[in-house]
């Protein structure tokens, strides 16, 4: 007997921590893919901006003529979901500075605002709708400094959104690929399909 399709979640591999997604994904119970071009964004049901360096995965998508098709399919509501670089990559502003943004999150973000790379820090945190806190890894992470009125706060770190949804978009500060949680791939792979 067949079952349901196994959704496919897309990496976007151009730069960062790809490989951790993908395992995440698979664990979640999807197909992972690498999208690093046009055709591989059209093959797949939801989409995943790791986290690394946004201002690299800017200039790459730029390079890579992969910005409007991105925006295009996250805007006709694609399931995305950003990290730490993904969701100032996904954001509408920096504070400081201007770098290629989808814009398709109306947040503006302060980036490196949690302390540098040897500076990181974990912890537990409550998110809105979940029995069980997530242990968060924060690395060089994004503040969010303002958010618009249709962005909804799912979890919050001393008071700053560090978890947001909108529509069919997810973004984290911190790093759920980092840990064996599957909570939010799972929600991911479980909004393809649904209207
Ligand atoms: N500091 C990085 C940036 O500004 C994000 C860090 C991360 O993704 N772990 O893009």
Redesign the pocket.
């Known amino acids: 007997m067949s079952g349901p399709p196994t959704p496919a979640a897309g990496v976007l591999a151009l730069q ?2 790809v490989r951790e997604h993908l395992r995440s994904v698979k664990r979640a119970g999807g197909t992972a893919v690498e999208v690093r071009t046009q055709a591989d964004l059209d093959s797949i049901d939801a989409l995943i901006i ?8 800017g200039r790459l998508a730029n390079l890579y003529g992969l910005v409007d098709p991105l925006r295009k399919h996250i805007r006709s509501g694609m399931p995305t979901l950003g ?7 996904l954001a509408s502003a ?1 504070t400081e500075g201007a770098q290629t943004q989808l814009g398709v999150l109306d947040m503006v973000v302060e ?2 605002a949690y302390g540098r790379q040897n500076e ?1 820090f974990e912890c537990e945190l409550a998110v809105e709708g979940w029995d069980e806190e997530v242990h968060a890894v ?5 503040l969010v400094h303002s958010t618009g009125p249709d962005i909804e706060i799912l979890a919050r770190h001393r008071g700053r959104p560090v978890l947001v949804r909108k529509d069919r978009i997810l973004a984290s500060s911190f ?1 759920p690929e980092l840990t064996s949680d599957m909570r939010l791939h799972r929600m991911l792979l479980d909004m393809v399909g649904r209207d």
Do not use: K
């Open positions: 960062g921590d790791p986290g690394g360096e946004s201002t690299t995965i990290t730490c670089a993904g969701m100032i990559f920096v980036r490196n990181s924060f690395i060089r992470a994004p790093h």
